[in-house]
């Protein structure tokens, strides 16, 4: 009894309070943030076509959330998935990442993969 009474005694010696005091000043400039897409905004061309792409994008964003959650609920198929995983993430390893000649070749690889998407030198 004593014992736990010194702990607890203990335990209220050592506490420390902490207090969070707010800056004057923002991190973010919201007003600027909004300028900035504003200004984005109205240099589009095809403001339809930038608004069906982002309500397809949300819509397949639901539908494969849907998708994987139905998918979760089988029983023995996430345990599948994650062995899948785990065999790809050693494959990769060993094919990629252990040896220095397969590294050097994966960052040859990457910088191609660059160049082809920006179309420039990297």
Not at 31 to 36: F, W
């Amino acid at each position: 009894m004593q014992l736990v009474a010194n702990q607890a005694r203990l335990a209220a010696s050592t506490r420390r309070s902490v207090v969070a005091r707010a800056t004057e000043e923002p991190g973010v400039d919201v007003d600027k943030i909004v300028k900035d897409l504003s200004d984005k905004w109205e240099k589009v061309d095809n403001k339809t076509g930038v608004v069906l792409y982002g309500a397809g994008a949300v819509v397949l964003l639901w539908l494969s959330s849907t998708i994987v959650g139905a998918i979760d609920a089988v029983p023995l198929i996430p345990k599948l998935f994650e062995l899948v995983g785990l065999g790809y993430t050693a494959w990769f390893v060993y094919r990629y990442l252990l040896f220095q000649n397969s590294r050097e070749e994966l960052v040859k690889d990457v910088d191609e993969l660059k160049k082809k998407i920006t179309g420039g030198d990297v």
